[in-house]
T-cell receptor
Framework: DAKTTQPPSMDCAEGRAANLPCNHS???????VYWYRQIHSQGPQYIIH???NNETNEMASLIITEDRKSSTLILPHATLRDTAVYYC?????????????FGAGTQVVVTP | DVKVTQSSRYLVKRTGEKVFLECVQD?????MFWYRQDPGLGLRLIYF???????EKGDIPEGYSVSREKKERFSLILESASTNQTSMYLC??????????FGPGTRLTVT
């Protein structure tokens, strides 16, 4: 059963911020939120993860609501190379081999 | 740079053939995974391994087996390929609790 809900697709203009929502209303206290993306014909690529605090790295920012039932991945200045399927995943981190359960993701298309 | 390689990008096999998909990682990771990816179904976990000679079934292990004789290598075996195993196969390794590193994928067609 899917633990996350994402919109199937969204468009974004190049140079603008892309805000990708994810709903995970049944998240448990020991589950992290992860974001991956998959560019066409490549394997998925890790972007960012978080537990309850907002996180930022060189690729993106992750905003998690206070109740942890939803989150938003922000690509601050989208480029054409950010066109990809973006996956939001919740995962229990008790063992290093905990499963990553990928859903259908959001197809993001960045347009010039 | 972290690297996960898969033996083939594209493979065409006949129904009933035995198929080996090889995955090698150079990061000394303990944990390795095999997924298949189909349109509309996302990535589904077939098997994973958390140590040499150790394996665990994922969500869809039927029709597949795996082998992990060395830490860096994790093989997926289709004992008797069938057309419903036509798919994209992705290998991943994970050394920490935070992220998986994926290979480029093998697109397998069974005719």
């Amino acid at each position: 059963d899917a633990k996350t809900t994402q919109p199937p697709s969204m468009d974004c203009a190049e140079g603008r911020a892309a805000n990708l929502p994810c709903n995970h209303s049944t998240i448990s206290g020991n589950e992290y939120v992860y974001w991956y993306r998959q560019i066409h014909s490549q394997g998925p690529q890790y972007i960012i993860h978080g537990l309850k605090n907002n996180e930022t790295n060189e690729m993106a920012s992750l905003i998690i609501t206070e109740d942890r039932k939803s989150s938003t991945l922000i690509l601050p200045h989208a480029t054409l190379r950010d066109t990809a399927v973006y996956y939001c995943i919740v995962r229990v981190v008790t063992d290093s081999w905990g499963k990553f359960q990928f859903g259908a993701g959001t197809q993001v298309v960045v347009t010039p | 740079d972290v690297k996960v390689t898969q033996s083939s990008r594209y493979l065409v096999k006949r129904t009933g053939e035995k198929v080996f998909l090889e995955c090698v990682q150079d990061m000394d990771h303990e944990n390795m995974f095999w997924y298949r990816q189909d349109p509309g179904l996302g990535l589904r976990l077939i098997y994973f391994s958390y140590d040499v000679k150790m394996k665990e079934k994922g969500d869809i292990p039927e029709g597949y087996s795996v082998s992990r004789e060395k830490k860096e290598r994790f093989s997926l075996i289709l004992e008797s390929a069938s057309t419903n195993q036509t798919s994209m196969y992705l290998c991943a390794s994970c050394g920490s609790i935070y992220e998986q590193y994926f290979g480029p994928g093998t697109r397998l067609t069974v005719t």
